[in-house]
């Protein structure tokens, strides 16, 4: 369990490595050396509690129930004849690859997640993971949007869940209530103000 700066941040299952590779050299004087290559920077798999709860249920569902169902209805139209004109057998085996790849990503997503809590920042109007914001565009009649900053596999336009790596979150961490930001968009630069930040678990 670590804290990051006034989050809670409970890495979940966390696997992660640092990798390096060397290879031969030679200096200016000719001279073999070793040299290490850093590894790529990992990308934080930041994720709310509700998101991460969603995920686990997903995996939980198709481990359980649709995949253990699936290989029956396989094995029932495998016993039926012909495989390569069964409809039954070759939509099962389509779907069981479907769902295998699916199984598989949720895993290594929730492997790597590190779980925040909104709730757990406190009283502060400066924007970071989990943060909902509620800002206005300066010009064309001060329209209010409210958005909330959430991981990368808990977006949902229409609730207004938004990736903490998107632009519009990008262009509003770290910034404070009160503050305007150039934000680019497809039809051009626009300039909004931050009316509100408040920290509350996702809906």
Known sequence: MR???????????????????????RNGNGRHVAAVEPAAQEVKNY????GYARLKAELTKLLDVERPELVKVI????????R????DYLYGKKRLREID??????????????VVDPARRGETDQIFFGATVTYAYVQGGGEERTISIVGVDEVDTKRGQVSWLSPIARALLKKRSGDVVTLATPAGEAEIEIINVRYRAPA
Do not use: C
Request: proline share 4%; no cysteine.
């Open 3 to 25: 804290l990051n700066f006034a989050v809670l941040i409970t890495p979940a299952m966390a696997k992660t490595a640092t990798l390096a590779r060397s290879r031969n050299g």
């Open 47 to 50: 994720m709310t509690p509700q």
């Open 75 to 82: 094995a029932w139209a495998a016993s039926n004849g012909d």
């Open 84 to 87: 390569s004109e069964n409809g």
């Open 101 to 114: 790849r699916r199984i598989h990503y949720l895993g290594k997503r929730l492997d790597s997640a590190e």
